[in-house]
């Protein structure tokens, strides 16, 4: 934890990598504020927390009710030092479905649009913050069945580079963070080998080990990040028919 982050905001807080990361936070003595849909669900996580922690009911895909979970947080805990923009859905398949495409979207990135919109005036005012935002490998590179959330974690990619510069210059360290297979409900009904596949624990550990750092990605595991880095520098043709032999002929 940087020695500034003493209230920390975590969307989709009440499970997998989300609520690993509050565990830790918690166990260093910081305030956490946990968001998610499934109230049940946060109130259970708040209580197994040794720290201070509060569960704060919101869905992403609606603004009013991001400005108004945002404008709490900030009238009972001011603006929050950190903000891990985490809370995501994960529906594959290789059906393409412009429902399945905007549900992703809605959640994985117009979400962390609307967190951001909330959050960046206190912070920019402020001068300090940070803000964490969870992408994924699936963004680097068209992998099929993957459509819906390869596109939002790639657009999600698109827009951190976009806005860290500003950010920077406005005294708020924006990163994002690229883990590879987690074990967590989003991928437990995973029908594919999951290679180097790691707990929420390990890969909390990993993500607070970047944070101490000044890097703008926190990427791991290397053993599988490096390669599906080299495949973005082929040319896409070659890119494509790689993708196929590695995908084999995957059905729904
Ligand atoms: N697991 C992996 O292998 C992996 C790899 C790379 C990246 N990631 C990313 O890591 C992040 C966390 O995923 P996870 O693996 O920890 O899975 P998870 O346990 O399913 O966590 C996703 C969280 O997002 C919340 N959420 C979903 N839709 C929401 C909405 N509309 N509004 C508010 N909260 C919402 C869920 O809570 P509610 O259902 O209560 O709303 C849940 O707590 C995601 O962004 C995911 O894309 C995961």
């Known amino acids: 934890m940087t020695a500034l982050a003493r209230t920390i905001w975590i969307t989709g807080g009440g499970s997998g990598i989300g609520l690993a990361l509050a565990r830790r936070w918690s166990r260093e003595g910081a305030t956490l504020i946990l968001s998610g849909r499934d109230e049940a669900r946060l109130q259970q996580a708040v209580e197994e927390l040794e720290g201070p922690a509060h569960a704060l009911p919101v869905d992403v895909t609606g603004s009013a009710p991001v400005a108004a979970a945002v404008s709490l947080i900030r009238e009972r805990h001011g603006v929050p030092e950190m903000a891990v923009l985490n809370a995501g859905i994960y529906r594959p398949s290789t059906r393409l479905s412009a429902e399945r495409i905007e549900a992703h979207l809605q959640t994985n990135l117009l979400g962390v649009v609307r967190c951001l919109e909330a959050l960046l005036p206190g912070m920019r005012e402020r001068g300090s913050g940070q803000v964490i935002l969870m992408g994924s490998p699936a ?112 059905r729904d």
């Open 139 to 250: 963004g680097y590179l068209g992998l099929p069945g993957a459509t819906g959330y390869g596109a939002s974690k790639a657009a999600l990619l698109n827009l951190a580079e976009a806005l860290w510069p500003e950010l920077r210059r406005a005294g708020i360290d924006l990163r994002l963070v690229s883990p590879g297979f987690v074990d967590t409900p989003m991928v437990a009904r995973n029908r594919f080998p999951m290679p180097f596949l790691m707990s929420a624990d390990e890969a909390a550990r990993r993500i607070i080990r970047g944070l101490e750092g000044r890097a703008f990605e926190i990427a791991f595991p290397r053993r599988l990040i490096w390669p599906l880095k080299a495949l973005r520098c082929l040319p896409a043709g070659l890119r494509v028919r790689i993708l196929n032999l590695l995908a084999g002929h995957q």
